[in-house]
């Protein structure tokens, strides 16, 4: 699922977009974590872009987030505080869904502003 945002950021970056541009990525495990090092690099390079993973089965010893996309998006939201913003998700059916129905029902974000990509 983090590849069609990956490369959103990326041609938006190279464009020199100064929008700010926050990826919240889920993933089974740690090994899971795809681009880990062009994503950190951008986040080092770009004061816009900001990255946040979570695993919804963390290996022991994991000190970052937890759970599921959906869980965290609320605060993240929030800590964004563009009301102008726009959601672009990206997975499994089931978790476009769960983020879908966070996003216009809990967070009021208007549909238009809600874009998804799903498979299965």
Same mark, same amino acid.
């Given at each position: 699922g983090v590849t069609p945002l990956r490369s959103m950021m990326a041609a938006a970056l190279s464009a020199g977009s100064k929008a700010p541009m926050w990826l919240l990525f889920g993933v089974r495990h740690q090994d899971d974590v795809l681009y880990q090092e062009? #994503?950190? &690099?951008?986040?080092?390079?770009?004061?816009?872009?900001?990255?946040? @993973?979570? #695993?919804? &089965?963390?290996?022991?010893?994991?000190?970052?987030?937890?759970?599921? @996309?959906?869980?965290?998006?609320?605060?993240?939201w929030q800590e964004l505080g563009q009301e102008s913003a726009h959601l672009y998700v990206c997975g499994l059916e089931r978790m476009v869904k769960a983020v879908r129905e966070v996003a216009r029902k809990g967070l009021g974000i208007d549909r238009k502003h809600v874009h998804q990509e799903r498979y299965d």
């Amino acid at each position: 699922g983090v590849t069609p945002l990956r490369s959103m950021m990326a041609a938006a970056l190279s464009a020199g977009s100064k929008a700010p541009m926050w990826l919240l990525f889920g993933v089974r495990h740690q090994d899971d974590v795809l681009y880990q090092e062009e #994503l950190t &690099r951008w986040e080092a390079e770009h004061d816009n872009v900001r990255v946040f @993973v979570t #695993l919804s &089965r963390p290996d022991h010893g994991w000190l970052g987030r937890s759970g599921y @996309v959906q869980t965290h998006l609320p605060a993240l939201w929030q800590e964004l505080g563009q009301e102008s913003a726009h959601l672009y998700v990206c997975g499994l059916e089931r978790m476009v869904k769960a983020v879908r129905e966070v996003a216009r029902k809990g967070l009021g974000i208007d549909r238009k502003h809600v874009h998804q990509e799903r498979y299965d």
